[in-house]
DNA sequence: GTGAAAGCGCTAACAC
DNA sequence: GTGTTAGCGCTTTCAC
């Protein structure tokens, strides 16, 4: 029995140390940390001492206090994003988590629900437990207050959008290049009446991708009518009353481009009550896509791509690489599917 | 500049301690614990000062230190499942994260890419980390190496599948009803022959469910020709030669039950190459099965739901209940769509 | 109100 | 080969 019992909570049981190891062993403390840490120095006879009283008492190293005596890295990173369960995201965390894993490193999670002050708590929470580097899908607010923990040594990355008030590499999507590489394809099948819906500009993602489709229709020197362009969160009402400005009227659109996955998914289920079949490209691949009544054309983007440039871009920084600040953008495919080869 | 400077390595920056704090606003370091926690009994302008010196130097408290003196608890949960890019289990990672958010707990995450080894690495390595808590998808291998973690007082939780070798609280899903119901569905609509395609039987679920397939043929006195039932990985190539199988010959099936969603797109994507149109009913709902050419019926299951049970529970063990250990079963859900109502 | 000293579980440094 | 000591950054205890 660990001679610390009764210091513990009664409701935590107290986990036996080194010290209650070498004493069921009848050696010292430091051989045992020899045996545990597999370090030479110690007999075979001492050694299977030490570890029958290990399997005994169910003894297993306590990482946290080694590495506070350590005092080096603690082999952990912080990934702080929008939602865990949006599959752009899910694809993300994974790759960030293969990177970690080749690295030895853990991952901590934690979902921001693009709210400001639980992405600063999240940061700081993982900060305080002395990850790594942290890997966020940043907010608008400003992150200067992440400033001392980067001074300190703790690396920061910022992936799918840049970080404000803070100077850390970043891994970006093509968005402009991406949408307008959509519109563009719209406008050589003929349409140059084309809507374009999008989620909120406050978001960088969201204003962008519209600068896109601004950029690829000023390029061709198409007017944009106000009732073709709408932005906000993709809810059924909201993008019912846009469709309902964008295919009525004197100008209706022919053809309609999707700033992300989400919103192209809710266009889609409100065009399955309407006679009308307006070419479509979306923003950000899905699964199914290619199965629908007209399998969907994307401008595809490469999540885990993005994960995996964002994670080895931090650990780079972990090895003490000094390179300049980095900016990546991740090229998007366009996949054509059907629904943006429509006849005009 | 922190006193301890030159003793941690080049490449990590000395981070300031209590200790410098204390010492920059010339105050005792118990003082500054006290103002960090906001414990009483500071003066104003003592407090102040020491604020003032905990900004200057960008001082953030090691909680991994606090945790090591408290001995307490490291309000922290592990999660391991299968794969986290993988949609029913990142939406049971996001409603884990919720409620371990609730709880004041951050959130370990590791695939374990159903590889046991890794599986028990990652498990070790977060107890090693002193996790408050575990909870598990459980690959197929023994679990005992978990018990003496278990007897130290971390809780541990499965869901989606027992743990072999261990007994702990566990979150299922009722398999074998749900796929009993989905097959019922398809004899009410006057199918006797059924084919089954399931994915590999060592999986616990897997081999539920294709008992739920055979207990509901039983049921009604049919027989199963050995050419309708198909268990193994939904790749392309063995579920082509499956379907070759059960749509041909002197018994050609006239509906199928797919035991889980990747299956299901899978036969999806391998139907849509052929003349037949066999009824189908899949197990658990994916993403826009509302809108494919033939929407597709399926027993829907609730992941969010697991997830947040599984928390609840590994929770209420933290809170040192004693109760007996328990199975829970979530109840699936019958959505009819189409593809489970064709005409015989 | 304030602070000095001890110690959480471990490892580094240096005995023997 | 093996053990002893000090100390990582913090909280606890207890003294002033």
Request: proline fraction near 6%.
């Amino acid at each position: 029995m660990p001679d610390n019992a009764e210091q513990r909570g009664f409701e935590i049981p107290a986990r036996p140390t080194m010290k209650d190891v070498a004493a069921a062993a009848g050696v010292g403390l430091k051989t045992v940390s020899r045996v545990v840490n597999g370090e030479s120095g110690v007999s075979e006879a001492t050694a299977a001492r030490v570890r029958g009283a290990i399997e005994e008492l169910g003894f297993r190293r306590n990482d946290g206090a080694r590495l506070l005596r350590q005092g080096s890295r603690t082999s952990s990173v912080g990934l702080i994003l929008e939602d865990l369960a949006d599959p752009f995201y899910s694809q993300l965390s994974r790759a960030v988590e293969d990177v970690a894993r080749s690295h030895g490193s853990l991952l901590l999670t934690g979902s921001s629900a693009e709210d400001p002050a639980r992405e600063r708590e999240l940061a700081l929470d993982f900060c305080a437990r002395r990850v790594d580097g942290l890997i966020v899908v940043p907010t608008a607010a400003d992150h200067g207050f992440l400033a001392p923990e980067l001074a300190a040594g703790t690396a920061v990355v910022s992936v799918d959008r840049p970080v404000t008030g803070l100077t850390v590499d970043t891994v970006l999507t093509a968005n402009r290049r991406g949408v307008a590489e959509g519109v563009g394809h719209l406008i050589r099948q003929g349409h140059r009446r084309i809507g374009y819906l999008g989620d909120n500009p406050a978001i960088f993602t969201a204003a962008e991708r519209l600068a896109g489709y601004r950029q690829a229709m000023a390029h061709e020197g198409y007017e944009i009518a106000v009732s073709w362009v709408a932005m906000g969160k993709p809810e059924p009402v909201g993008i019912h009353l846009a469709l309902d400005r964008m295919l009525s009227g004197p100008d209706p659109v022919t053809a309609l481009m999707c700033g992300n996955n989400r919103t192209t998914v809710a266009v889609l289920r409100n065009l399955a009550s309407r006679p009308e079949r307006p070419a479509l490209v979306g923003f950000d691949d899905f699964e199914l896509a290619d199965m629908l009544p007209v399998p969907v054309t994307v401008v595809a983007q490469d999540p885990a791509l993005m994960g995996r440039m964002a994670a080895e871009l931090l650990f780079r920084r972990l090895r003490g690489e000094r390179a300049q600040v980095q900016r990546l953008e991740i090229p998007t495919r366009l996949v054509p599917r059907g629904s943006g080869e429509l006849p005009l």
